[in-house]
């Protein structure tokens, strides 16, 4: 380990950081050893109560400065997470266990795109003029919804952090951002480098806690807007509290997600597109590509080759440049892909490669790939989020849609084949959010990023997610005497 990980305190609010020792203590374990390298406190209610104080009292001022002067803030702060990505990159590793590989490309690095994107738009968020007949007019004022509330999973805790921050920022709202309790480091970071940029107090706050705190959040009456990042379950939870409150949300839910492979395809961008879908992150990424249909001719050489290439996989010292695999974020997490990976066993798939936890401290499973996976098994149906790849095989494209559309989720879709026509009239068929094509996983912060049916409603990044923190006033304007009936 290369620096001290832990936090000057456990929480940031208005500015400050925090500490509440009377909260419930949260050891942070690095996933590479099993060690605890830090330890947080959970937000007591007195805490929750100063950080949602801290939102709502700051909300006005901030919003009333220009978007100009807003989006110069979070670029500054995109600057500033630059200059520091390897020490940003390393503290991700430390609270997530995923490789310096990975983070050094995809997690400070996508914080800072969020921000400077968004800062770019915020000087440009305006209303529009409607011109009506006879002179009359209507204006549009576009404001922001006030406190919002972000509640983060543990996968991606920079990234969702700023997804959430940087939008609703950008509008003029101010926030209480809750990271997931394994993964509470990367947000308190965030938090500081926004005063840092000049973020006035109380702008961008964080506590931490369970899930307890995060219903403490959302259900209070000074809150306007909720955007969680997690799981189906708590999804259903958090929006149901919202909707009592009848607030905005934005629900970033989990996956299970296809990835249709036609026998016209490259092989390799096949094979590249299914272990960047199933495996990267160790496969915690809720848009992952865990169903690979394949086409019934190409089966046995896709399988070979994905159990050639995974036997380059790195596994080892996520701190060590040339590791692709890391381990698993927890114990309850590894838990959980081991038992998937039995049932996938006993219920007949074949496993290829992989699945096996290996004998060290820390949470360290292998890559598995399993193949004569059907529709009904667990495997195939549940989102597992651990390194499990699922190859299924069929015959034809009405065939692959209809199974890859069978679903719940609705996250994200890929297709790899040669023909762009069947390429695009499979796009135009899933049932999903995201879609790619002879490509998975990629997410720029230009385009929108989020899900449909149980995935989630409500989209991330682009244009799109200013819509979804802020609302719309309408002015009618009337240059004529008003008639009235009487
Ligand atoms: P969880 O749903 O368990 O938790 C998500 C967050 O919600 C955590 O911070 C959790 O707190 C909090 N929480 C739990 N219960 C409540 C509640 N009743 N009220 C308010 N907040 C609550 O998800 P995981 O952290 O296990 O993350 C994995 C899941 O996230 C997967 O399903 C994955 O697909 C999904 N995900 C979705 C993404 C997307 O963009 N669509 C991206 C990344 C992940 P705590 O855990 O601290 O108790």
């Known amino acids: 380990m290369s620096y001290d990980p832990q936090p000057v ?28 390298i ?30 100009t002067e807003r989006g110069r803030v979070l670029r500054r702060a995109a600057d500033i997470i630059r200059s520091r990505n390897r020490e940003l990159s390393e503290l991700e590793t430390l609270d997530t266990g995923k490789p310096l590989s990975e983070t050094l490309v ?14 770019g738009l915020a000087g440009a968020l305006t209303g529009e003029h409607v011109a009506l007949p006879g002179g009359d007019f209507v204006y549009t004022i576009r404001e922001p919804l006030g406190v919002c ?43 500081e480098i926004l005063t840092e940029a000049g973020a006035p107090p109380g702008v961008f706050n964080v506590v931490q806690g369970m899930g307890e705190v995060g219903a403490a959040l959302v259900s209070d009456s000074r809150v306007a807007k909720v955007s969680l990042t997690g799981s189906v379950p708590t999804g259903r939870r958090v929006y149901a ?49 865990t169903r690979v249909f394949v086409q019934a001719g190409l089966v046995d050489a896709f399988c070979a080759r994905v159990a050639e290439r995974m036997k380059d996989a790195v596994i080892g010292d996520p701190m060590d440049e040339a590791t692709t695999i890391g381990p698993m974020v927890s114990e309850r997490q590894i838990g959980i892909v081991e038992g998937y990976i039995a049932q996938g066993k006993a219920g007949g798939a074949t496993l290829v490669a992989g699945g096996e936890r290996l004998d060290r401290p820390g949470f360290w499973i292998t890559p598995a790939l399993f193949r004569d996976v059907t529709d ?12 499990v790849m699922s190859v299924m095989s069929f015959d034809t494209e009405e065939e692959a849609l209809a199974r890859a559309n069978a679903t719940e989720f609705g996250l994200a879709a890929g297709v790899i084949t040669r023909d762009l026509a069947r390429a695009h009239r499979m796009v135009a068929g899933f049932e999903a959010g995201s879609c ?24 991330e990044n682009s244009r799109a997610a200013i819509e979804h923190y802020s609302q719309m006033k309408s002015v009618y304007v009337a240059l004529n005497a008003p008639e009235a009936p009487f």
């Open 9 to 36: 305190a456990s929480h940031y609010i208005n500015g400050e950081h925090v500490e509440d020792a009377a909260g419930a203590e949260i050891p942070v374990i690095y996933p590479a050893s099993g060690e605890t």
């Open 376 to 387: 009904d098994m667990a495997i195939a149906r549940e989102e597992i989020f651990g390194p």
């Open 436 to 459: 790619y094509i002879n490509t998975y996983n990629l997410t720029p912060v230009e385009a929108p990023f989020g899900g449909s049916k149980m995935s989630g409603v409500g989209r």
């Open 241 to 289: 509290m919202a909707a009592e409150g009848m607030k905005h949300a934005t629900m970033e839910l989990g996956g299970k997600s296809p990835l249709v492979i036609f026998d016209d395809a490259d092989l390799d961008t096949a094979v590249s597109a299914a272990i960047n879908g199933n495996f990267y992150s160790t496969g915690q990424v809720c848009s992952n590509g």
């Open 38 to 67: 830090a330890r947080v406190h959970a937000a007591t209610p007195a805490v929750v109560e100063q950080a949602l104080a801290a939102a709502d009292a700051a909300k006005r001022d901030w919003a009333a400065m220009s978007g």
């Open 149 to 191: 509330v972000g509640i983060g999973a543990w996968n991606y805790p920079t990234q969702i952090a700023c997804w959430k921050a940087a939008p609703a920022l950008a509008c003029g709202n101010t926030m209480v951002f809750k990271p997931s309790e394994t993964t509470p480091l990367c947000a308190l970071r965030i938090a």
């Open 106 to 119: 995809a997690d400070a690095t996508s914080a800072a795109d969020a921000l400077e994107y968004f800062g």
